[in-house]
Nanobody
Framework: QVQLVESGGGLVQPGGSLSLSCTAS????????MKWYRQAPGKERELVAS???????DYAASVKGRFTISRDNAKNTVDLQMDNLKPDDTAVYYC??????????????WGQGTQVTVTS
């Protein structure tokens, strides 16, 4: 079955860096776009970054220029390098992939999430 396992969260001071990693299994990884979402307390889950099967990337405006998403198809991993972190980046970060299901709908798979806390 599809599994997504995140790692690499933690506590960091403003201006610092963290690297998150998501290891995927149970599907043909190199065929699938992958995404990172985050959810801060009291807020809705939001898309942070995405990477297509071909390596094309896209970012939320709030993280563009500070975060970098990448993938290693040989290792079935998707990483999120986060630099110049701000307190507003504090959230639980989730790895995501989406599959089509019958009748034109889709199903989202999520990892368990990893906490990122940015504070002085």
């Amino acid at each position: 079955q599809v599994q997504l396992v995140e790692s690499g969260g933690g506590l960091v001071q403003p201006g610092g860096s963290l690297s998150l990693s998501c290891t995927a299994s149970g599907f043909t990884f190199n065929d699938k776009p992958m995404k990172w979402y985050r959810q801060a307390p009291g807020k809705e889950r939001e898309l942070v970054a995405s990477i297509s099967s071909g390596g094309v990337t896209d970012y939320a405006a709030s993280v563009k220029g500070r975060f970098t998403i990448s993938r290693d198809n040989a290792k079935n991993t998707v990483d999120l390098q986060m630099d110049n972190l701000k307190p507003d980046d504090t959230a639980v970060y989730y790895c995501n992939t989406r599959f089509p299901i019958p009748w034109g709908s889709t199903y989202d798979y999520w990892g368990q999430g990893t906490q990122v806390t940015v504070t002085s």
